[in-house]
């Protein structure tokens, strides 16, 4: 824990000399949110669920960009990883008298702290556009529950791509991943508005559960099924992202 706790001082620092890490979490979100609620708001409101024709488009809207602001967090822990590996940070780690586990959870501790005061950022944003949540504080402590779970496991699997990545643009598959998969969900629209193969693939795709249930929470709608397989998914990640990461870091530097 002493270990963990040095880590997570060292990462935070880096990110307060480094403000444009948080700067960039936000950012491209913010323009999506923009963008859709200014331009498209008008022609993908027909495309909603009766439940939610009544409202505003972004309110349909912010669940997805949430998701997106924890994704584009997740890459910058990604190139922050690299980045310590390229530059043989990680390396020197290896021969110090500390426990192995601490580098890599001060990196996932400090992403997840970061990546939850962008997505409540956002949401500020949001509110300002006319954004208007309904759900009780309970449900508003489940979202923050959710958000939480989704950036610790994208964050692991953020740190094994760092890892894996001989260089920064090693990172990029997996930067395409968490920024293009969202247009394939429920983020934007309801799938139900799609081509039938296109709206197999966002109905099965582990983003659209979580998005439901981010929005009904967030609405005060019926989230169903949404919850435990939006759950399962971000443990499911999770561990495999821990498990990734901890076997990359224990391997020869030299292979």
């Known amino acids: 824990m002493s270990d963990a706790v040095t880590m997570v001082r060292r990462n935070t620092k880096h990110t307060l000399r480094n403000p444009s890490a948080v700067i960039m979490t936000i950012g491209m ?11 498209f708001g008008g022609a993908l409101n027909t495309g909603l669920p009766a439940i939610r024709r009544d409202g505003d488009y972004i309110d349909y809207l912010v669940a997805g960009i949430l998701l997106m602001t924890v994704g584009y967090g997740s890459t910058t822990t990604a190139l922050a990883v690299n980045r310590d590996m390229t530059e043989g940070v990680i390396n020197r780690f290896r021969t110090m008298a500390i426990s192995r586990a601490s580098v890599l959870t001060g990196h996932v501790v400090v992403s997840t702290v970061r990546t939850l005061i962008s ?137």
Request: include cysteine.
């Open 29 to 39: 979100p913010v323009v999506l949110l923009l963008l859709f609620v200014g331009v």
């Open 119 to 255: 997505a409540f950022l956002v949401i500020g944003v949001a509110m300002l556009l006319g954004f208007r949540p309904t759900g009780d504080p309970v449900r508003w402590l489940a979202v923050i529950g959710m958000l939480a779970l989704l950036a610790l496991a994208l964050s692991w699997l953020a740190v094994a791509v760092g890892l894996l990545a001989r260089t920064a643009e090693g990172t990029s598959p997996f930067v395409l991943i968490v920024q293009v998969l969202p247009f394939l969900s429920s983020a934007f629209v309801a799938p139900d508005a799609m081509s039938a193969p296109v709206r197999w693939f966002a109905t099965h795709e582990p983003f659209t559960p979580i998005i439901d249930t981010l929005r009904g929470l967030l609405l005060d709608t019926p989230v169903e099924d949404s919850g435990v397989l939006a759950v399962a998914w971000c443990v499911g990640l999770g561990l495999v992202g821990y498990l990734w990461a901890r076997a990359l870091f224990r391997r020869d530097p030299s292979r």
